[in-house]
């Protein structure tokens, strides 16, 4: 089992940048796919990006192509999330997960949600 906690977020300006971390307990982070989800108030949870086990290969959903980046140290079991150039509609709570099945971009393919992190952009 693995447990999963956010960090990072909070309030910042249309253009400013933010970056989110996962810190993961456990000795087999190094062995997961992870993503990040967000989820807007009244909208469902959404894709935002993955990350291999090796860091080798990512994903992006397109709203974020270009100016997100994920990143993982597994020597430090954490994941990251870097935010740059940020838009209103990015203001979500976001967390992470582990990827358990095939399909990148459905959240029924990740467990071990952790709490989630606020971000807010202001216009």
């Known amino acids: 089992q693995v447990q999963l906690v956010e960090s990072g977020g909070g309030l910042v300006q249309t253009g400013g940048s933010l970056r989110l971390s996962c810190a993961a307990s456990?000795?087999?982070?190094?062995?997961?796919?992870m993503g990040w989800f967000r989820q807007a108030p009244g909208k469902e949870r959404e894709f935002v990006a993955a990350?291999?086990?090796?860091?080798?290969?990512?994903y992006y959903v397109d709203s974020v192509k270009g100016r997100f980046i994920i990143s993982r140290d597994n020597a430090k079991n954490t994941l990251y999330l870097q935010m740059n150039s940020l838009k209103p509609e990015d203001t979500a709570v976001y967390y992470c997960?582990?990827?358990?099945?095939?399909?990148?971009?459905?959240?029924?393919?990740?467990?071990?949600w952790g709490q989630g992190t606020q971000v807010t952009v202001s216009s």
């Open positions: 997960a582990v990827k358990i099945a095939e399909n990148y971009y459905s959240p029924d393919n990740y467990r071990y």
């Open positions: 456990g000795r087999t982070f190094s062995l997961y796919t």
């Open positions: 990350i291999s086990w090796s860091g080798g290969s990512t």
